[in-house]
């Protein structure tokens, strides 16, 4: 089995997961997803692995495999690990290239025209974007890679919130101003806003999970 048939599962997959079409919770029914796919047992089982290696699924003995619920730990531990790839970004700003640089101000304006037709799905994702740019201007692929895991890992969490709106809206003059402290050269606060900012989206985040486990 080539392990391209099992990465292009994976993506479909994974694009189901962050869509929300496959909300933390749901069993991966193999019999199910093989048809809808149209690939063998063998090529899922591979698909599953790789998730899993994201965080994406879990495997439960004897019940199969499911789409990952979160914890409030899981989001302790990935807020810990982007405010340190991102703030290196941010740290970098001043010597990235121009085209790492304008991603950041690309994602900005994304999110704000999503908001203004009231798509607040991307919103979400324009603001994923905006961070990955800044964790991006660092230029290490591996860093971008990472990044790629975190978020994925991190839209599992979004299911906990109860209103994308409510969630996402107070961050976009947030992002306006990040972005321009950057466009001014103004690292260092940047840098501390950068910090503030992912300290209050955790804990927004941990307060709804709280809410909805009780």
Known sequence: MALSTAQRVADQLRDRIQGGGLPPGTQLSEEALGRDLGV?????REAFRLLIHESLVVHRLNRGVFVRVPEAA???????VRAALETAGVRAAERAPWPLRQAVAEAVDRGERAAA???????GSAD???????????GSPRIDSAMDRLLAE?????HAMPSPRRFHEPFLPRNR?????????????AEAELLTYLDDARQLILDAMRETSS
């Open 40 to 44: 063998s047992r063998n090529t899922l």
């Open 74 to 80: 899981d989001v302790t531990d990935v807020y810990r």
């Open 117 to 123: 037709r009231g798509d607040w799905r991307e919103v």
């Open 128 to 138: 994923l974007r905006f961070h990955r740019a800044l964790a991006a201007l660092s």
């Open 154 to 158: 991190l839209r599992l969490a979004f």
């Open 177 to 189: 101003a990040l972005a321009g402290l950057l466009e001014r050269g103004e690292y260092g606060r």
